[in-house]
């Protein structure tokens, strides 16, 4: 599918995958980019997506890309009452079915919806390679009456990885997780897998009682959610031996791996090395302002796990030099080159450009941490004010629910 850019930049013919089954779609679409409203040809362009992402893809037993191609056409013609019919080699046919369906109108156009956009999760070592990274929380956008608007978060997402994300937390924090019924926790994460293509790294946020952990889990596992982030532990009290009983207790119950949540409590050394050591932890999200500890931990831990900061931007070059592989973003939400340019710096050893970059990220991140008016409570803006800079850069923000403004 050709981007609007492309017509912006003086094309003045569409070659185009959907008109072979969809015509009028497509010169709906051409009309819309002749007319230069960009608006409606990113709506058209957003709803396609699905479809390019699957023609690229390689196909069942094959390593070469756009091995899907044809086939997908195909389906799309059965879809649309035309003859498709299978494939002649070197095509793999016929394509399995349902790949994508139904064609339903979208406004004044079309959506395809897959059956599955992504065919399976990642394994362990994929997931690993993408938390070498910079991870993009998926902010999720209410609508006036605080309902999640599933159309938007979908578009963020696939906004966000259009500008190179790989690595994204659904139903995290910055997600306000505990603003959500488990129900909409799945479905925020149904709608992050069904947006995003194969090549991505979607990780859940997962807490709470063992029993209601084990039942989410299950739940994003039949989604097809690539990892679990083990959320903080909101329990009163806590005993570090019967906390590490807890990750074996939720791992046991998963398919995907784990990415335990390090923050809000002061772990030690070997807590933290005897986490690396559950059987499904494939990496760790570290947010404690301790570097120290972060560096003893590195050492005293597993040598197959991933550090990850989560303390964002400004602790990345300190974090790095102590055995991170990656970092969650702040600025980067919202302006993921910014993220993208640093980790390029840190993987290059230029610290002169990553504390560049990291200062860049400063004020902004203090910005966060502020109480707010009429509040004494620090952190209190730190998601209104992510939304405020998706806002600015063109991808949508939403309402936010109590106990944030």
């Known amino acids: 599918m050709v981007r609007p850019l492309v017509r912006r930049r003086g094309g003045d013919r569409l070659h185009d995958s959907i008109g072979n089954f969809l015509p009028e779609a497509a010169l709906a679409l051409f009309d819309a980019l002749d007319a230069g409203d960009w608006d409606r040809a990113r709506k058209f362009q957003r709803a396609l997506r699905p479809l390019e992402y699957l023609r690229e893809e390689p196909g069942a037993g094959s390593t070469l890309s756009a091995g899907n191609n044809a086939l997908v056409i195909k389906r799309g013609l059965e879809l649309a009452g035309l003859n498709g019919g299978p494939g002649r080699e070197p095509l793999v046919g016929p394509p399995p ?29 994929q997931v690993q390679e993408c938390l070498r990274g910079v991870a993009v929380g998926l902010l999720t956008p209410f609508d006036q009456d605080l309902e999640i608007d599933h159309e938007k978060l979908a ?13 994204f937390l659904a139903t995290a924090n910055i997600s306000e997780y505990h603003s959500l019924s488990q129900q909409e926790r799945i479905d925020g994460a149904q709608t992050a897998v069904e947006a995003l293509p194969d090549d991505v ?18 739940a994003y596992d039949d989604v097809g959610v690539d990892a679990h982030m083990i959320m903080p532990m909101d329990h009163t009290y806590i005993h570090e031996k019967a906390a590490i009983d807890y990750y074996h207790e939720l791992d046991a119950a998963a398919e995907a791996p784990l990415v335990p949540y390090a923050r809000d409590f002061d772990p030690s050394v070997e807590f933290l090395a005897d986490l690396t ?3 499904g932890v494939v990496g760790i999200k570290y947010t404690l302002k301790d570097p120290v500890k972060l560096g003893e931990a590195v050492t005293a831990g597993a040598d197959d796990v991933v550090w990850v900061n989560g303390l964002a931007e400004p602790y990345a070059v300190s974090y790095w030099v102590e055995g991170i592989d990656g970092f969650s973003a702040g600025v980067s939400n919202f302006r993921p080159e910014v993220g993208l340019a640093l980790f390029e710096a840190l993987q290059n050893e230029n610290w002169k ?4 970059l990291r200062n860049i990220c400063i004020p902004y991140q203090n910005f966060r941490d502020e109480t707010g008016v009429e509040n ?3 952190g209190a803006i730190s998601v209104s004010a992510v939304k405020k800079g998706l806002e600015l850069a063109g991808l949508h923000a939403g309402e936010v629910r109590e106990p944030i403004r």
Not at 155 to 167: F, K
Not at 353 to 356: H, K, L, P, S, T
């Open 201 to 218: 790294c979607v990780l859940a946020g997962v807490g709470g009682s063992t029993k209601d952990a084990q039942e989410l889990i299950r």
């Open 277 to 279: 050591r559950v059987e």
């Open 155 to 167: 578009e963020n997402a696939q906004d966000l990885y259009d500008e190179g994300i790989r690595t």
């Open 97 to 125: 079915s349902p790949w994508f369906g139904p064609i339903s109108p979208v406004g004044d156009g079309y959506m395809l919806q897959p059956a599955h956009s992504r065919i399976m999760p990642l394994s362990a070592d």
């Open 353 to 356: 450009r990553a504390r560049e």
């Open 376 to 378: 004494t409570m620090p």
